[in-house]
Every structure is written in structure tokens, then in C-alpha cells.
């Protein structure tokens, strides 16, 4: 059974910075594409960030493309999601997925292993 629990949100001021972990147990990874999505208030669920853990290829959302940086940990079977210059708009509850696959998805439906979430909040 694969498990994914993230880490690292927070309260943090526009410009600052957070890490996001997302630790990964239950499977060998190495087929694996693991992402970071975003559910805001009242909004849908928003693709971030992918990788695969194979390989180390990454795709951005335009939104974060420049500020975020996903990353794998492979010692410690994590991937990080590195926040910079945050704004009030990256304020989300960001979620860590996973799939079987070697194409960098954007969609929520392909992702069918999911983490609980953890909350970041940016104050202007």
C-alpha cells in the first residue's frame, strides 16, 4: 500500500520561503511520477509541480515556474517542494500524489495515491 505524508506547511509573510516534504513508503518508486497539487478555498484542486522519480525531470505550473522547485530526496524516499518569493495567492492546502507512469501529468484524475495535505498560509 503506498503512503504519502507531507510536511512542512505553515504561516509564513509574502517574500518568504517554505520547504514541503512529501515522504513516500509502500512501493519501490523508481516507475513512479510523484506531484504536488494545491486546493485554495473555493477553488479546484490545481496541478504545482511534477517529478519522476526515476529519472529526476520536472514540470512546473506557470504560476510557480521561477519561485518553486521540486526535488527528490532519494535517500530519505522524499520529494521536496522548495517555495520561495511566496504571495498571498499561493495560500493552499498542497497535497503530494502519485502515479505509475513516465509522462509528467498535470491532471488530477491520473494521480491515484494521495497524501492528506498540509496547509500553507501566506500573509500579505
Known amino acids: 500500500q503506498v503512503q504519502l505524508v507531507e510536511s512542512g506547511g505553515g504561516l509564513v509573510q509574502a517574500g518568504g520561503s517554505l520547504r514541503l516534504s512529501c515522504a513516500a513508503s509502500g512501493r519501490t518508486f523508481t516507475e513512479y511520477i510523484i506531484a504536488w497539487f494545491r486546493q485554495a478555498p473555493g477553488k479546484e484542486r490545481e496541478f504545482v509541480a511534477a517529478?519522476?522519480?526515476?529519472?529526476?525531470?520536472?514540470a512546473y505550473a506557470d504560476s510557480v515556474k521561477g519561485r518553486f522547485t521540486i526535488s527528490r530526496e532519494i535517500a530519505k524516499n522524499t520529494v521536496a517542494l522548495q517555495m520561495n518569493s511566496l504571495k498571498s495567492e499561493d495560500t493552499a492546502v498542497y497535497y503530494c500524489?502519485?502515479?505509475?507512469?513516465?509522462?509528467?501529468?498535470?491532471?488530477?484524475?491520473?494521480?491515484?495515491?494521495w497524501g492528506q495535505g498540509t496547509q500553507v498560509t501566506v500573509s500579505s
Open positions: 500524489a502519485a502515479r505509475v507512469g513516465v509522462r509528467l501529468e498535470a491532471f488530477v484524475s491520473r494521480y491515484y495515491y
Open positions: 517529478t519522476n522519480w526515476g529519472g529526476g525531470n520536472t
